[in-house]
């Protein structure tokens, strides 16, 4: 059973540039998650996706979009970078429970690699 | 706002000391409570999680115990080995929310 897959693993960028990641969810997944990691930081929640449309997101500017394909897999772009854009990128999937479409606070996010975004 | 206040490292222990990394979290509702570990050069591994209050998770000789009155999630080792060595996350996922609030993560290092 393959797990959360992303690519590329590393990705070198200059400032004004843009670029595209891609994530793959755990097979039986519906839900993708984007988080940024600084260096020695934390992740930090930049949105989801379910049944193709963002159903939640944090505390990032529109520069950062998504979107989701009918396969579940799922792209972040980020437009414009700036040097503190560098950071490893992690994707999580999970499904939600039940008929409610919410994702239950019970359920575990599973972690993909990440993508290591370098912004010179 | 809900959110995870994580011991601050990094923490060296010898092979076989007790780890204790504390935990506290501050969220409305019932949140689910999560320790994740990471490798270096890996993603996020979930080591153990706990639903509901008085929930003990445990894995691979790791145990956490949801405490409500105290909002604590603090994880325990009782004999830690090199290959732990790793930075543990913990993490909690609220009520009305579909996100996860991380904390900033423990350095561990078990030396021989």
């Known amino acids: 059973d393959a797990g959360v897959t992303q690519s590329p693993t590393h990705l070198i960028k200059t400032r004004g540039q843009q670029v595209t990641l891609r994530c793959s969810p755990k097979?039986?997944?519906?839900?993708v998650s984007w988080y940024q990691q600084a260096l020695g930081q934390g992740p930090q929640f930049i949105f989801q996706y379910y049944e193709e449309e963002e159903r939640q997101r944090g505390n990032f500017p529109d520069r950062f979009s998504g979107h989701q394909f009918p396969n579940y897999s799922s792209e972040l772009n980020v437009n414009a970078l700036l040097l503190g854009d560098s950071a490893l990128y992690l994707c999580?999937?999970?499904?939600?429970?039940?008929?409610?479409?919410?994702?239950?606070?019970?359920?575990?996010?599973?972690f993909g690699p990440g993508t290591r975004l370098t912004v010179l | 706002g809900d959110s995870v206040t994580q011991m601050e490292g990094p923490v060296t222990l010898s092979e076989e000391a007790f780890l204790t990394i504390n935990c506290t979290y501050t969220?409305?509702?019932?949140?689910?409570l999560f320790w994740y570990v990471q490798y270096p050069g890996e993603g996020l591994q979930l080591l153990l999680k706990?639903?509901?209050?008085?929930d003990k998770g445990s894995n691979k000789g790791f145990e956490a115990t949801y405490r409500k009155e105290t909002t604590s999630f603090h994880l325990e080792k009782g004999s830690v080995q090199v290959s732990d060595s790793a930075v543990y996350f913990c993490?909690?996922?609220?009520?009305?929310?579909?996100?996860?609030?991380f904390g900033t993560g423990t350095s561990l290092t078990v030396i021989p």
């Open positions: 969220a409305t509702g019932y949140p689910s």
């Open positions: 993490a909690l996922s609220g009520w009305t929310g579909n996100q996860f609030y």
């Open positions: 706990a639903t509901k209050a008085d």
């Open positions: 097979s039986g997944h519906d839900t």
């Open positions: 999580a999937s999970s499904t939600r429970e039940g008929t409610s479409g919410r994702l239950g606070s019970t359920d575990t996010q599973y």
